[in-house]
Structures are given as C-alpha cells and as structure tokens.
C-alpha cells in the first residue's frame, strides 16, 4: 500500500470521527472506569493523527479542534 498524502487526510478523517464519537461517549457516561476508556480511544486516536502530520508535512496547518480536546 503507498503511503501517500491522499490516504494519511482519510486516516485523519477517520481518526476524528472516532475522537468525535468517543467525546460524546466521555459526556454521557457516568462511572469512572467508562470515562477512562472514552478517554484512552481519544488520546490514541490523537496520537495517531500527530504521527500522520509528522509524515506528511504538508498536513501540519490541517488542524480540527478534537485534535487537542481534553476534558
């Protein structure tokens, strides 16, 4: 598979559908131990779309607020 920037911007765009989906999950949830796992999906998801922008320069003014969210 070719590692191009076409496919790193839906990687991306996925990711934050992911991010999106589990801050809303973060939001309802109640017990603590619900919160965390919302909470470890968003921090990896958020990872991953840093490591894509650090392969892909041109990425790097490609920015969304869920990128930095924290509760």
Known sequence: ????????????????DAIRDHIAKY?????PYE????????????????KLKSKHPSL???SDSVDTWRP
């Open 35 to 50: 919160k965390d796992v919302a909470l470890k999906t968003v921090v990896r998801a958020q990872g991953e779309i840093a």
């Open 60 to 62: 790097q003014h490609d």
């Open 27 to 31: 939001k309802r949830y109640v017990e």
């Open 1 to 16: 598979m070719t590692d191009n920037t076409a496919t790193a911007k839906k990687q991306i765009a996925g990711h934050r």
